[in-house]
């Protein structure tokens, strides 16, 4: 695998359901994202990881629960989701936090039912 | 008023034309400019990138930022029917708080 991966591509969940998404980068980065991306709005930072500490929270709610158990891997727990929380959930990486160059991985489409 | 304001278009076009995208912005802290552009069921992967002011050239490709009108371009020459795709501009500033900003994307199709 090369670049940056992610698990499931596709997920529909109901709304008392809880599952996860798994992110996955190859490519030696010190810096994890997740980003969720909506129909007409712009990229939406969720979480961002520097060295495998969480280094921003957009203030996003609780059922959103970011994990990053070493600078490789990313994962999001999901649990008592909304319908509006349907949208594409984006994965990036980049060599260091500040920097200006993000791999994306291919997302995760989410449906909450 | 967003921080970031990008059309987001359809922008359709005939193959061989010459395309303009553009986005403004009101932080007058961003530092770094960047182009990304999205395939369908893909992830945003990075076109190019400025550092302040001015222009940069990558074969088909031309960015442009005027701080001074916090206004930036991509400009696609002899644009082909695989440049089909969303366009998104994305801006950071590093000094102060953390910000990577992205525009809403602009999807163009380029027909043959």
């Known amino acids: 695998e090369t670049g940056v991966t992610q698990t499931p591509r596709h997920l529909v969940m109901g709304m008392t359901n809880k599952k996860s998404l798994k992110c996955e980068q190859h490519?030696?980065?010190?810096?994890m994202y997740w980003y969720k991306q909506s129909a007409k709005k712009p990229l939406e930072l969720m979480f961002v990881y520097n060295f495998k500490e969480q280094t921003e929270n957009n203030s996003v709610p609780s059922r959103f629960s970011p994990e990053c158990p070493n600078s490789s891997h990313l994962f999001l727990h999901l649990h008592t989701l909304q319908p509006e929380d349907s949208a594409l959930y984006l994965c990036?990486?980049?060599?260091?936090?500040?920097?200006?160059?993000?791999?994306f991985g291919p997302g995760t489409r989410l449906t909450v039912t | 008023q967003k921080e970031v304001e990008q059309d987001p278009g359809p922008l359709s076009v005939p193959e061989g034309a010459i395309v303009s995208l553009n986005c403004t912005y009101s932080?007058?802290?961003?530092?770094?400019f960047m182009w990304y552009r999205q395939y369908s069921r893909k992830g945003p992967e990075l076109l190019m990138y400025?550092?302040?002011?001015g222009n940069k050239e990558d074969g088909r490709f031309t960015a442009q930022v005027d701080k001074s009108s916090k206004y930036i371009s991509l400009f696609i020459r002899d644009s082909q029917p695989s440049d089909s795709a969303t366009y998104l501009c994305a801006m950071t500033a590093t000094s102060g708080t953390y910000k990577y900003i992205f525009g809403t994307g602009t999807r163009l199709k380029v027909l043959a």
């Open positions: 990036a990486s980049s060599q260091g936090v500040y920097n200006y160059e993000q791999y």
């Open positions: 400025t550092y302040s002011s």
């Open positions: 932080n007058s802290a961003f530092q770094y």
């Open positions: 490519l030696g980065h010190n810096a």
